[in-house]
C-alpha cells in the first residue's frame, strides 16, 4: 500500500534559447513548473543486508530521470529529490532490492522489483510504500547499455539542464530554472546529438560498434546552451552572443544517468605564440588539450594570437605545435564569470626554433 500527499510550489518564468552552433528561431518555452519527491519505504527488514536501487522513469519522455543507492536501516528507508518532477507529466518509480548482490537488477524472484505509477504531477508527491511480494519486472528500467539490431552497442543517457545558481542574465533568467534547446552530445559521437525539450530534459542514444563500447571505458558528456542577447532576433544571431557550458566524463559500461546538471558561463581565453627569434608571431600553430581534446574552438590571427573559446571554469594545459619550432606547452586557468563575452588573457608561449 502507498499514498499520495499533494503540496504545492510557485510558478516559474518562461525561457527561450537557441541551440549553439546551428541558430536557429528562439523556441519559447512554456511554464515550467517543477516538484519535489519524497519516497519512503517502511516494513523492509527482510532487505536490510541488500542494495536498494530507485529509478524515476518518464513516461512522457520515455526517459529515465535518476537513478538512486538508499539504504536501509531497521526496515526503513527514505528519498528526497527536489524538483525532480513537472508539472502535467506522468512518471514510474521503479525501484528492486539486489537480493542475490550480483550488483544488477535480475527478473523476480531472484531479485524483488516494484514498480509505483504516478499519475499526471500537479504538486509535490510524497510516497510511502511497504514491503509486498507482489512484484513487477521493470530491470529494463536500470540498463543502459544493450546490443542493438546489428550486434552493435547502444547507449542510453538521461538528465535534465538547469541554470546554474551562479549566472545572472540581463533578461533575468531564474537560477534553477530549466533550460530549453541545450544542445547535448557525447564526445566524439556529435552527430548523434540531442536538444532538451521544455522541461530541460533530454534523452539521449549513442550507438557504436560494441568492441569500441567496451574499449571506450570513459568519454565526455558535452552540454551547450546558447542565449541571444536582449532585443536580439535570430537573424542577429553571432559570436558575441551568451554561451553556457558544461561537460561530464561518464563510463560507458555503466550508469549514465546524470540527473541535474547545471551550467556555468564560458569564456574566451586568448594567448600570442612568438618566436624567440624576433618576437613577430607564428600563425600556422595546431593548439591542442588532453583534457577537452577536439572540442576546442580555437579562432587565430595573422599576428600569432590565439583565442581558444567557450572554456568552463578551470585549468587546462594546452599543447602548442607549430611547423619549424619546439613544441611547447601553457596553461590556462579559467575563472568563474557573470559576464557576457567574457575573456582571460593568458602570458605569451614563446617558440625556440627547430635546430
Known amino acids: 500500500m502507498y499514498k499520495l500527499i499533494l503540496t504545492s510550489v510557485a510558478l516559474t518564468a518562461p525561457i527561450a534559447c537557441n541551440k549553439l552552433d546551428r541558430p536557429t528561431a528562439s523556441s519559447a518555452a512554456t511554464n515550467v513548473v517543477s516538484r519535489d519527491l519524497v519516497f519512503s519505504g517502511v516494513q523492509f527488514t527482510p532487505h536490510d543486508s541488500h542494495p536498494l536501487k530507485v529509478a524515476l522513469i518518464d513516461r512522457d519522455l520515455d526517459a529515465r530521470l535518476f537513478i538512486a543507492d538508499v539504504g536501509i536501516a531497521s526496515g526503513k528507508f527514505t528519498l528526497t529529490k527536489e524538483k525532480a518532477l513537472v508539472d502535467g507529466h506522468r512518471y514510474f518509480l521503479d525501484y528492486y532490492a539486489d537480493v542475490n548482490g550480483n550488483q544488477s537488477c535480475d527478473a523476480p524472484t531472484t531479485d524483488h522489483v516494484w514498480r509505483i505509477p504516478i499519475d499526471t504531477v500537479t504538486s509535490n508527491i510524497s510516497i510511502t510504500d511497504t514491503h509486498k511480494m507482489n512484484f513487477h519486472d521493470s530491470c529494463s528500467s536500470f540498463r543502459d547499455v544493450y546490443a542493438g539490431p546489428t550486434g552493435d552497442m547502444t547507449v542510453l543517457i538521461t538528465g535534465r539542464l538547469l541554470l546554474g545558481d551562479s549566472v545572472t542574465d540581463a533578461r533575468g533568467i531564474t537560477p534553477g530554472q530549466a533550460l530549453v534547446g ?174
Open 182 to 355: 541545450a544542445n547535448v552530445f557525447v564526445e566524439g559521437f556529435a552527430d548523434q546529438d540531442t536538444v532538451t525539450d521544455s522541461t530541460g530534459a533530454f534523452r539521449l542514444s549513442i550507438t557504436m560498434p560494441r568492441d569500441q563500447a567496451l574499449l571506450a571505458t570513459e568519454r565526455r558528456l558535452i552540454m551547450w546552451y546558447t542565449q541571444p542577447k536582449p532585443g536580439k532576433t535570430s537573424a542577429d544571431w553571432d559570436l558575441a552572443d551568451a554561451r553556457f557550458g558544461a561537460t561530464k566524463s561518464v563510463a560507458l559500461s555503466s550508469n549514465l544517468n546524470i540527473g541535474d546538471q547545471k551550467l556555468q558561463y564560458t569564456k574566451a581565453v586568448n594567448f600570442r605564440v612568438l618566436s624567440s627569434v624576433d618576437q613577430n608571431g607564428i600563425s600556422t600553430c595546431w593548439i591542442h588539450s588532453k583534457t577537452l581534446g577536439s572540442n576546442l574552438v580555437i579562432w587565430s590571427g595573422t599576428d600569432g594570437t590565439y583565442t581558444v573559446d567557450y572554456l568552463p571554469p578551470g585549468s587546462y594545459d594546452l599543447a602548442v605545435v607549430c611547423p619549424g619550432y619546439q613544441n611547447a606547452t601553457t596553461t590556462v586557468t579559467v575563472g568563474e564569470s557573470n559576464a557576457r563575452s567574457a575573456s582571460d588573457t593568458a602570458p605569451d608561449v614563446i617558440l625556440t626554433p627547430t635546430p
